[in-house]
């Protein structure tokens, strides 16, 4: 190995997006589904955005990692199959965007178990991987995971590269997959005055420079580069050349692999 990573790879990049399409929004407040103009808003990203998303990654034989409610799931099934048919993962990001924070410990199971369900219908698999929505874990969460059969979590900010979660219990092992908002899309992109959300909207060039410094920081280290992404503001035209770019730039360093997380995982885990 070179670094934490196999072979000669000196960084691996994770493009991954939450599809969280109504749901946040939604389980945020129920009376926001009568806004039509905030819901068409966030169909976007499964109706106009996703596929747009899917044919950029075909571009560049990258394959990312989906995390896609419950919910999301049910009422966007040919979406769905098509990630999958791409070759794509499909992880978990709970029914209807509930942070497990936010719940009960049966609650949380009970929609822990609805989302492997649905998915599992779906893709024919249940899924290995999770994300909270919110990125906040309850104190029972890593738990539930494990004893679900989960490989990984990604939501916490612990370190800037994978690490064991449960190392003394090498029959259950689960992996973290960091993440961290500096990162994410929606700190930069979210603007929706209905829903009281007014964030400051920053342009692409400013986003680019932001995220193009981190994977350097990242790849100088020999770490990890994981992107969250939301389709219904990513996908904005401007913002996906943004993301274009972004991958050339990327791709333009040696020694650099593009990963589905649950590979990665998968090479942790069996280290």
């Known amino acids: 190995m070179s670094g934490i990573w196999p072979g000669d790879t000196q960084c691996v990049a994770m493009l991954t997006f939450d599809v969280d399409g109504v749901s946040s929004w939604i389980r945020r407040n129920a009376d926001f589904a009568n806004l039509p103009s905030l819901m068409s808003m966030a169909e976007y990203g499964p109706n106009v955005a996703m596929p747009r998303i899917l044919d950029l990654l075909d571009t560049y034989s990258i394959k990312g990692s989906f995390y896609v409610p419950g919910y999301v799931a049910e009422t966007h099934v040919e979406m769905v199959e098509e990630i999958v048919t791409r070759g794509h993962e499909v992880a978990h990001h709970g029914y209807m965007h509930e942070p497990p924070a936010s719940m009960s410990a049966d609650e949380e199971q009970e929609v822990l178990e609805k989302g492997i369900e649905i998915l599992r219908r779906i893709t024919g698999k249940a899924p290995l991987g999770y994300?909270?929505?919110?990125?906040?874990?309850?104190?029972v969460s890593l738990d539930l995971l494990s004893s679900h059969g989960f490989l990984y979590d990604s939501s916490l900010m612990?370190?800037?590269?994978?690490?064991?979660?449960?190392?003394?219990?090498p029959d259950k092992r689960m992996v973290e997959v960091?993440?961290?908002?500096?990162?994410?899309?929606?700190?930069?992109?979210?603007?929706?005055?209905?829903?009281n959300r007014l964030g400051p909207m920053r342009g692409p060039e400013e986003v680019y420079a932001n995220?193009?410094?981190?994977?350097?920081?990242?790849?100088?280290?020999?770490?990890?580069?994981?992107?969250?992404m939301h389709p219904q503001y990513i996908g904005r035209p401007g913002r996906l050349l943004m993301l274009e770019r972004l991958i050339n730039h990327i791709r333009s360093f040696p020694h650099v692999e593009f990963r589905r997380v649950i590979n990665v995982?998968?090479?942790?885990?069996?280290?």
């Open 211 to 228: 995220w193009s410094a981190e994977f350097e920081g990242l790849y100088h280290y020999g770490r990890a580069f994981t992107l969250t």
């Open 265 to 271: 995982a998968e090479v942790w885990v069996e280290d």
């Open 158 to 169: 612990g370190d800037d590269a994978p690490y064991i979660l449960n190392p003394n219990t």
């Open 131 to 139: 994300r909270s929505p919110s990125w906040e874990l309850s104190d």
């Open 178 to 195: 960091p993440v961290h908002w500096l990162l994410d899309d929606a700190p930069n992109f979210v603007y929706a005055p209905s829903a």
